[in-house]
């Protein structure tokens, strides 16, 4: 297990909803990335945050929103829920930080949020 | 556009022989290149990684390789076990945010 946590572990919407997930991320770890995968295929990027700020952000609408809080878990806001938005939810976590240099830090993944929309 | 193929959907191989995974990725110039392991319902759980100045890359059975040239990169599994059964994803690092960008996934059944 990797320690980092995610809730709820399954969801069910409608159209038009909004919905938040929460992810813990592991103890020492200051940045979450989230990603959307959809069924057969591989994640994708939504956006990530380092130290409660938005540090990058994928191909996603603003109806995608996120927000870190000061003991690094976060959340991820999806307002006018469409069809197409029904996916696994993946945060993950790491130690690393901001801009460019040689170090990179692994990504730990939760186990997800399946969210359904009807 | 940017693009990351891995070589099948799925692959089936024999226990104890090795499996080798392919990805190639098109218009991306990656600093890193990372393998992921997924079980269905589960998230991904890192494996290997590999910087672009580096060729090959070892762990336990596991082995990864690197060709910045080709764009390519291949995964080895040896003396497969029915327990490294899963979905394998490759996924490039780039940006700031070091945001990884996945493939769709190879899905390996190794079979007794």
């Known amino acids: 297990e990797t320690g980092v946590t995610q809730s709820p572990t399954h969801l069910i919407k409608t159209r038009g909803q909004q919905v938040t997930l929460r992810c813990s991320s592991q103890?020492?770890?200051?940045?979450v990335s989230w990603y959307q995968q959809a069924l057969g295929q591989g994640p994708q990027f939504i956006f990530q945050y380092y130290r409660e700020e938005e540090n990058g952000r994928g191909n996603f609408p603003p109806r995608f929103s996120g927000l870190q809080f000061p003991n690094y878990s976060s959340e991820l806001n999806v307002n006018a829920l469409e069809l197409d938005d029904s996916a696994l939810y993946l945060c993950a976590s790491s130690g690393g930080g901001r801009g460019g240099g040689t170090v990179i830090s692994t990504q730990y993944f939760g186990p997800g949020t399946r969210l359904t929309v009807l | 556009s940017q693009k990351i193929e891995q070589n099948s959907e799925a692959l089936n191989i024999q226990e104890g022989k090795t499996a080798t995974l392919t990805c190639n990725y098109t218009?991306?110039?990656?600093?890193?290149l990372q393998w992921y392991r997924q079980d269905p319902g589960r998230g991904p759980v890192f494996l290997l990684l590999i910087r672009e100045n580096e060729k090959e890359k070892r762990k336990e059975r596991l082995k990864v390789t690197f060709d910045t040239t080709l764009k390519q990169s291949l995964f080895h599994i040896t003396a497969s076990q029915p327990a490294d059964s899963a979905t394998y994803l490759c996924?490039?690092?780039?940006?700031?945010?070091?945001?990884?960008?996945f493939g769709s996934g190879t899905q390996l059944t190794v079979l007794p």
């Open positions: 996924a490039l690092t780039r940006g700031s945010a070091r945001q990884l960008t």
């Open positions: 103890s020492g770890h200051n940045t």
């Open positions: 218009n991306y110039s990656p600093a890193y």
